[in-house]
């Protein structure tokens, strides 16, 4: 089942296209990434679903209903940081937050604390907090009510290493938990590490979505070490599923479309060759490289 289904968003301020027909669906339980260059439309898109801004055109509909205020009751979100009071205690914060929104109880504050390793510090001032346990109390905020499905806009923006990983490892609990997260991110090798689907924008027209696995492997693309790099090209050529055999340092680069290639069999054709192979692996695509393929002109 999907939590959310776009169909055709379109939305323009003035002359600026920000969406052009954005289609889409989030399948419940995945971590989905929002990716694209800056000015793609992924704020844009992520207001429209979250009520902050109206599409012009087209439909969004979250658990199959028409978005409506009961269904973004049941959203807990991060567009940008919460004002929190920088001389306040954690769960002081929380209580503020909690009777501004109405969402979740008072009762609820110790947990969402626990949910992301806050509770230990939870009667610390703010203003002690690191960048990435304030970014964790805003997450905190967004999960009083318990909601199903979490939004988050670059929810590591402005992090050191150690901040994006008590993110990331907190995405992923939450996650194995059962919140479907939606997040937007200029960080690919985060994205490639934490969501399951991703979505790639660019100005304001979605290109590709899917699995991450989907995403990045338009194409096999198999290592392949070899003594006699001239033989062994010569051997391979004509071999079922092989599109082109590049040149890479001590490498071969054997590739062909998206499960084509059987490793074994090109092993088994080598050596029946009489090609010593010395080096034999499938490279996986990294996400960064395909987003800049994708997004580029
Ligand atoms: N309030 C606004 N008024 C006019 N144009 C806007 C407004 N908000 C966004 N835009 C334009 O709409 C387009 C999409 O912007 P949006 O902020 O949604 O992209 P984004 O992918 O989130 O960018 P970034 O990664 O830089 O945050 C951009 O061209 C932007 O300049």
Known sequence: MDVLTLDSIHKSYGPIQALKGVSLSVPRGTVFGILGPNGSGKTTLLSIILDVLSADKGQYTWFDQPGSKYQRRQIGSLLETPN?????????????TQSISGRGS???????LRKVNLYERKNSKFSTFSLGMKQRLAIAAALLGNPPVLVLDEPTNGL???????????????SENGTT????????????????????????TLITQGTVDEVLADEDVLELGVEDQVAAKAALYGLEGIAAIEEAGNLLLVKGPKGSLDPAAINAHCHASGIRINHLAMRKKRLEARFFELTSN
């Open 84 to 96: 929190f009071y920088h001389y306040l205690s954690a769960v002081n914060n929380l209580k503020i």
């Open 160 to 174: 050191d290493p150690v901040g994006i990983a008590e993110i990331r490892s907190l995405i992923k609990q939450l």
């Open 106 to 112: 008072l009762a609820e504050i110790e947990d969402v």
């Open 181 to 204: 997260i939606i997040l937007a991110s200029h960080l690919l090798d985060e994205v490639e590490k934490v969501c399951t689907h991703v979505a790639i924008l660019k100005t304001g």
